[in-house]
Protein backbone atom coordinates (compact mmCIF):
# COMPACT_ATOMS: atom_id res chain seq x y z
CA UNK A 1 0.00 0.00 0.00
CA UNK A 2 1.30 3.13 -0.86
CA UNK A 3 1.54 6.24 1.20
CA UNK A 4 -0.92 8.06 -0.56
CA UNK A 5 -3.70 5.30 0.38
CA UNK A 6 -2.31 5.08 3.93
CA UNK A 7 -2.68 8.95 4.33
CA UNK A 8 -6.54 8.32 2.51
CA UNK A 9 -7.43 5.63 4.96
CA UNK A 10 -6.31 6.98 7.97
CA UNK A 11 -8.16 10.29 7.16
CA UNK A 12 -11.53 8.05 6.55
CA UNK A 13 -10.66 6.95 10.17
CA UNK A 14 -10.08 10.39 12.03
CA UNK A 15 -13.38 11.91 10.15
CA UNK A 16 -15.47 8.60 11.91
CA UNK A 17 -13.85 8.89 14.93
CA UNK A 18 -15.13 12.55 15.00
CA UNK A 19 -18.72 11.99 14.02
CA UNK A 20 -18.64 8.79 16.53
CA UNK A 21 -16.95 11.15 19.12
CA UNK A 22 -19.54 14.25 18.81
CA UNK A 23 -23.00 12.31 18.47
CA UNK A 24 -22.12 9.42 20.89
CA UNK A 25 -21.45 12.56 23.34
CA UNK A 26 -24.64 14.60 23.10
CA UNK A 27 -26.67 11.05 22.35
CA UNK A 28 -25.50 10.26 26.03
CA UNK A 29 -26.10 13.57 28.10
CA UNK A 30 -29.74 13.98 26.24
CA UNK A 31 -30.82 10.35 26.77
CA UNK A 32 -29.80 11.22 30.48
CA UNK A 33 -31.57 14.28 30.71
CA UNK A 34 -34.91 12.65 29.11
CA UNK A 35 -34.65 10.05 31.87
CA UNK A 36 -34.15 12.74 34.53
CA UNK A 37 -37.48 14.32 33.38
CA UNK A 38 -39.34 11.59 33.04
CA UNK A 39 -41.67 11.11 35.99
CA UNK A 40 -41.55 7.31 37.43
CA UNK A 41 -43.28 5.27 39.79
CA UNK A 42 -44.08 6.69 42.50
CA UNK A 43 -42.80 5.96 46.05
CA UNK A 44 -45.15 6.89 48.23
CA UNK A 45 -48.56 7.94 47.08
CA UNK A 46 -51.64 8.53 49.40
CA UNK A 47 -55.25 11.16 49.04
CA UNK A 48 -56.07 14.02 51.47
CA UNK A 49 -59.84 15.18 50.81
CA UNK A 50 -60.63 18.06 52.39
CA UNK A 51 -58.73 21.13 54.15
CA UNK A 52 -55.34 19.32 55.07
CA UNK A 53 -54.32 23.30 55.97
CA UNK A 54 -56.29 23.45 58.88
CA UNK A 55 -55.41 21.50 61.84
CA UNK A 56 -58.62 22.24 63.17
CA UNK A 57 -60.64 20.92 60.39
CA UNK A 58 -61.64 17.37 59.96
CA UNK A 59 -60.63 15.14 56.69
CA UNK A 60 -64.08 14.90 55.03
CA UNK A 61 -64.88 10.94 54.62
CA UNK A 62 -64.80 8.98 50.85
CA UNK A 63 -67.29 6.25 50.18
CA UNK A 64 -65.46 3.17 48.67
CA UNK A 65 -66.52 -0.32 47.75
CA UNK A 66 -64.48 -3.58 49.37
CA UNK A 67 -64.15 -6.73 47.44
CA UNK A 68 -67.31 -7.71 49.46
CA UNK A 69 -68.99 -4.72 47.44
CA UNK A 70 -69.71 -3.31 51.09
CA UNK A 71 -69.21 0.36 51.57
CA UNK A 72 -66.96 1.56 54.01
CA UNK A 73 -65.31 4.97 55.16
CA UNK A 74 -61.64 6.13 54.17
CA UNK A 75 -59.86 6.66 57.67
CA UNK A 76 -61.13 9.35 59.27
CA UNK A 77 -59.11 11.73 62.07
CA UNK A 78 -59.69 11.23 66.02
CA UNK A 79 -59.29 14.15 68.27
CA UNK A 80 -55.75 13.69 68.63
CA UNK A 81 -55.10 13.94 64.79
CA UNK A 82 -54.51 9.97 64.29
CA UNK A 83 -56.55 8.23 61.62
CA UNK A 84 -58.66 5.32 62.32
CA UNK A 85 -60.80 3.54 60.11
CA UNK A 86 -64.46 2.58 60.77
CA UNK A 87 -64.18 -1.45 61.34
CA UNK A 88 -61.31 -1.54 63.22
CA UNK A 89 -60.37 1.64 64.79
CA UNK A 90 -56.68 1.01 64.52
CA UNK A 91 -55.07 3.86 64.67
CA UNK A 92 -52.48 5.19 61.76
CA UNK A 93 -49.92 7.96 61.34
CA UNK A 94 -51.91 11.13 59.59
CA UNK A 95 -50.18 11.39 56.27
CA UNK A 96 -48.46 15.25 56.43
CA UNK A 97 -49.12 17.99 54.56
CA UNK A 98 -46.72 19.37 51.56
CA UNK A 99 -47.00 22.97 50.94
CA UNK A 100 -47.91 23.89 47.29
CA UNK A 101 -48.58 20.60 46.36
CA UNK A 102 -52.00 19.64 48.22
CA UNK A 103 -55.29 22.00 48.24
CA UNK A 104 -58.11 22.66 49.85
CA UNK A 105 -61.31 20.71 48.77
CA UNK A 106 -59.23 19.16 45.65
CA UNK A 107 -58.19 15.44 45.69
CA UNK A 108 -54.53 15.41 45.92
CA UNK A 109 -52.13 12.22 44.76
CA UNK A 110 -48.36 13.44 46.16
CA UNK A 111 -45.15 11.84 44.28
CA UNK A 112 -42.16 11.36 45.66
CA UNK A 113 -38.93 10.72 44.37
CA UNK A 114 -35.54 9.92 44.14
CA UNK A 115 -32.92 10.60 41.49
CA UNK A 116 -29.31 11.19 41.05
CA UNK A 117 -28.93 14.41 39.09
CA UNK A 118 -26.85 14.37 35.72
CA UNK A 119 -24.08 16.65 36.03
CA UNK A 120 -21.89 18.27 33.45
CA UNK A 121 -18.93 17.07 35.01
CA UNK A 122 -19.47 13.64 33.07
CA UNK A 123 -20.27 14.92 29.82
CA UNK A 124 -17.05 16.95 29.78
CA UNK A 125 -14.77 13.50 31.18
CA UNK A 126 -16.73 12.02 28.25
CA UNK A 127 -16.10 14.57 25.87
CA UNK A 128 -12.44 15.14 26.91
CA UNK A 129 -11.48 11.34 25.93
CA UNK A 130 -12.09 12.90 22.31
CA UNK A 131 -10.14 15.79 22.19
CA UNK A 132 -13.00 18.00 22.98
CA UNK A 133 -14.98 20.48 25.67
CA UNK A 134 -17.95 20.61 26.56
CA UNK A 135 -18.90 24.07 28.13
CA UNK A 136 -21.91 24.12 30.22
CA UNK A 137 -22.44 27.76 30.73
CA UNK A 138 -23.04 28.54 26.54
CA UNK A 139 -24.19 25.02 25.93
CA UNK A 140 -21.63 24.36 22.88
CA UNK A 141 -19.35 21.42 22.47
CA UNK A 142 -16.28 22.33 21.09
CA UNK A 143 -12.82 21.26 19.93
CA UNK A 144 -9.81 21.62 22.59
CA UNK A 145 -6.64 24.02 21.65
CA UNK A 146 -4.74 20.70 21.36
CA UNK A 147 -6.30 17.73 20.63
CA UNK A 148 -5.01 14.13 19.11
CA UNK A 149 -6.50 15.26 15.76
CA UNK A 150 -4.30 17.61 15.33
CA UNK A 151 -1.68 15.23 14.17
CA UNK A 152 -3.30 14.17 11.43
CA UNK A 153 -3.51 17.73 9.40
CA UNK A 154 -6.07 18.15 6.75
CA UNK A 155 -7.16 15.86 3.74
CA UNK A 156 -9.64 16.53 1.29
CA UNK A 157 -10.88 12.84 1.95
CA UNK A 158 -12.05 13.76 4.85
CA UNK A 159 -15.02 16.36 3.48
CA UNK A 160 -14.95 13.48 0.42
CA UNK A 161 -16.07 11.00 2.58
CA UNK A 162 -17.90 13.32 5.31
CA UNK A 163 -21.21 12.03 3.93
CA UNK A 164 -20.63 8.28 4.31
CA UNK A 165 -20.17 8.55 8.18
CA UNK A 166 -23.12 11.04 8.67
CA UNK A 167 -21.59 14.44 8.16
CA UNK A 168 -23.91 16.94 5.96
CA UNK A 169 -21.99 20.11 5.59
CA UNK A 170 -21.06 23.03 3.23
CA UNK A 171 -17.65 24.06 3.15
CA UNK A 172 -15.54 27.14 1.55
CA UNK A 173 -11.62 26.81 0.65
CA UNK A 174 -9.44 29.06 0.46
CA UNK A 175 -5.75 28.48 -1.10
CA UNK A 176 -3.64 31.14 -0.95
CA UNK A 177 0.57 31.64 -0.98
CA UNK A 178 2.38 33.36 0.87
CA UNK A 179 5.85 33.58 2.93
CA UNK A 180 7.03 30.10 1.28
CA UNK A 181 3.98 28.22 1.83
CA UNK A 182 0.67 27.08 0.44
CA UNK A 183 -2.19 28.46 2.84
CA UNK A 184 -5.56 27.19 3.39
CA UNK A 185 -7.97 28.42 5.39
CA UNK A 186 -11.61 26.71 5.19
CA UNK A 187 -14.99 27.12 6.90
CA UNK A 188 -17.52 24.68 7.28
CA UNK A 189 -21.18 24.56 8.69
CA UNK A 190 -24.16 21.80 8.44
CA UNK A 191 -25.30 18.91 10.13
CA UNK A 192 -23.15 16.74 11.64
CA UNK A 193 -24.08 13.27 13.02
CA UNK A 194 -28.14 13.51 13.41
CA UNK A 195 -27.99 15.67 17.01
CA UNK A 196 -25.84 18.50 15.95
CA UNK A 197 -25.71 21.77 14.28
CA UNK A 198 -21.90 22.73 13.86
CA UNK A 199 -19.41 25.33 12.38
CA UNK A 200 -16.20 25.03 12.23
CA UNK A 201 -12.68 27.37 10.61
CA UNK A 202 -9.47 25.76 10.03
CA UNK A 203 -5.89 26.97 9.44
CA UNK A 204 -3.38 24.63 7.54
CA UNK A 205 0.15 24.65 5.13
CA UNK A 206 2.13 22.71 3.60
CA UNK A 207 5.57 23.44 2.19
CA UNK A 208 5.12 25.87 -0.90
CA UNK A 209 4.62 23.98 -4.44
CA UNK A 210 4.50 20.72 -2.38
CA UNK A 211 2.45 17.66 -4.93
CA UNK A 212 0.71 16.10 -1.52
CA UNK A 213 -2.83 17.03 -0.69
CA UNK A 214 -2.18 16.66 2.89
CA UNK A 215 -1.58 19.86 4.57
CA UNK A 216 -0.30 20.33 7.82
CA UNK A 217 -1.44 22.50 11.38
CA UNK A 218 0.92 21.51 14.16
CA UNK A 219 2.77 24.64 14.07
CA UNK A 220 1.58 27.49 16.53
CA UNK A 221 3.62 30.43 15.02
CA UNK A 222 0.99 29.44 12.04
CA UNK A 223 -2.05 29.89 14.25
CA UNK A 224 -4.77 32.93 12.86
CA UNK A 225 -7.48 34.65 15.32
CA UNK A 226 -10.64 34.06 14.48
CA UNK A 227 -13.65 34.71 15.65
CA UNK A 228 -17.67 33.63 14.25
CA UNK A 229 -21.27 33.63 14.98
CA UNK A 230 -23.26 30.68 13.85
CA UNK A 231 -27.27 32.01 13.03
CA UNK A 232 -29.89 29.41 12.33
CA UNK A 233 -32.98 30.75 9.88
CA UNK A 234 -31.75 34.55 10.80
CA UNK A 235 -31.49 33.64 14.76
CA UNK A 236 -28.10 33.19 16.14
CA UNK A 237 -27.38 29.92 17.01
CA UNK A 238 -24.25 30.39 19.01
CA UNK A 239 -20.84 32.10 19.03
CA UNK A 240 -17.35 31.35 18.98
CA UNK A 241 -15.14 33.63 20.35
CA UNK A 242 -12.40 35.49 18.86
CA UNK A 243 -9.24 34.03 19.44
CA UNK A 244 -5.55 32.75 18.22
CA UNK A 245 -6.28 29.28 16.88
CA UNK A 246 -5.87 26.67 13.97
CA UNK A 247 -9.14 25.21 14.35
CA UNK A 248 -12.68 26.62 15.85
CA UNK A 249 -15.08 24.60 16.27
CA UNK A 250 -18.71 24.55 17.42
CA UNK A 251 -21.75 21.92 17.85
CA UNK A 252 -25.45 22.56 19.45
CA UNK A 253 -27.84 20.35 19.57
CA UNK A 254 -29.82 20.35 16.15
CA UNK A 255 -31.69 19.26 12.89
CA UNK A 256 -31.72 20.65 9.39
CA UNK A 257 -35.10 21.31 7.51
CA UNK A 258 -33.43 18.96 5.12
CA UNK A 259 -29.77 17.51 5.43
CA UNK A 260 -29.35 18.28 1.82
CA UNK A 261 -29.98 22.27 2.16
CA UNK A 262 -27.21 24.05 4.49
CA UNK A 263 -28.96 27.11 3.50
CA UNK A 264 -30.31 27.64 6.69
CA UNK A 265 -27.24 28.24 8.40
CA UNK A 266 -24.85 31.26 7.66
CA UNK A 267 -21.23 32.51 9.16
CA UNK A 268 -20.17 35.86 10.49
CA UNK A 269 -16.72 35.21 10.05
CA UNK A 270 -13.77 37.80 11.73
CA UNK A 271 -10.47 36.29 10.49
CA UNK A 272 -6.94 38.60 11.09
CA UNK A 273 -4.01 38.00 8.98
CA UNK A 274 -0.36 38.37 9.87
CA UNK A 275 0.09 41.03 7.69
CA UNK A 276 -1.17 43.55 4.35
CA UNK A 277 0.41 40.84 2.07
CA UNK A 278 -1.05 38.09 3.79
CA UNK A 279 -4.67 39.78 3.83
CA UNK A 280 -4.33 41.25 0.36
CA UNK A 281 -3.57 37.09 -0.55
CA UNK A 282 -6.33 35.93 1.25
CA UNK A 283 -8.80 38.01 -0.49
CA UNK A 284 -8.01 37.45 -3.59
CA UNK A 285 -7.85 33.62 -3.12
CA UNK A 286 -11.51 34.38 -1.39
CA UNK A 287 -13.10 35.99 -4.61
CA UNK A 288 -12.17 32.96 -6.64
CA UNK A 289 -13.11 30.35 -4.01
CA UNK A 290 -16.59 29.68 -6.29
CA UNK A 291 -18.85 31.04 -3.73
CA UNK A 292 -19.37 34.30 -5.12
CA UNK A 293 -18.02 36.75 -2.67
CA UNK A 294 -18.36 40.10 -3.35
CA UNK A 295 -17.42 43.04 -1.45
CA UNK A 296 -19.95 44.74 0.34
CA UNK A 297 -21.27 44.99 4.52
CA UNK A 298 -20.44 41.48 5.55
CA UNK A 299 -24.32 41.36 6.52
CA UNK A 300 -25.48 40.43 3.06
CA UNK A 301 -25.12 37.20 2.34
CA UNK A 302 -21.92 36.09 0.87
CA UNK A 303 -20.54 39.36 0.91
CA UNK A 304 -17.12 40.55 3.23
CA UNK A 305 -14.96 43.85 3.82
CA UNK A 306 -11.48 44.51 4.89
CA UNK A 307 -10.36 46.58 8.05
CA UNK A 308 -6.44 46.92 8.57
CA UNK A 309 -5.44 42.95 8.46
CA UNK A 310 -9.12 42.10 9.28
CA UNK A 311 -11.56 40.17 6.49
CA UNK A 312 -14.87 40.35 7.94
CA UNK A 313 -17.28 38.28 6.35
CA UNK A 314 -20.60 36.67 5.53
CA UNK A 315 -21.21 33.37 4.19
CA UNK A 316 -24.49 31.15 4.01
CA UNK A 317 -23.90 29.48 -0.22
CA UNK A 318 -21.60 26.98 -1.19
CA UNK A 319 -21.16 26.19 -4.64
CA UNK A 320 -17.54 23.99 -4.38
CA UNK A 321 -17.68 21.21 -2.32
CA UNK A 322 -14.97 19.34 -3.76
CA UNK A 323 -12.44 22.06 -5.03
Known amino acids: MNKSKIINLVAILVAVAVVASTSAVFISRYRDNEEENVTKETVTSFQIIGNADSENSDIQTQLVTNKDGETEKQPTTDSQGQLSTSKNEKPVTKPSYIPGVTSPHKET ?6 Q ?15 GFVWDAASGVFYS ?5 QRQFGYNKYYDIFGSYVALWYDTVRVKFNYGGYDWLVQFWKGQYGFLLLGAEAGVYF ?5 ATSQYLCNDDSKRLK ?3 TCYN ?6 VRPYQDTWWLTGFVPGRLDKYADRSQLKMKIRITLKDAEMKDAFVEALKSSGC ?3 EGNAVTSDTFYTSGNDVYLMWQTDRSKTS
Do not use: N
Open 109 to 114: TTKITA
Open 116 to 130: TPITDDTVSQQAGAF
Open 144 to 148: ASDPW
Open 206 to 210: KEEGS
Open 226 to 228: IGY
Open 233 to 238: KGEELF
Open 292 to 294: GFV
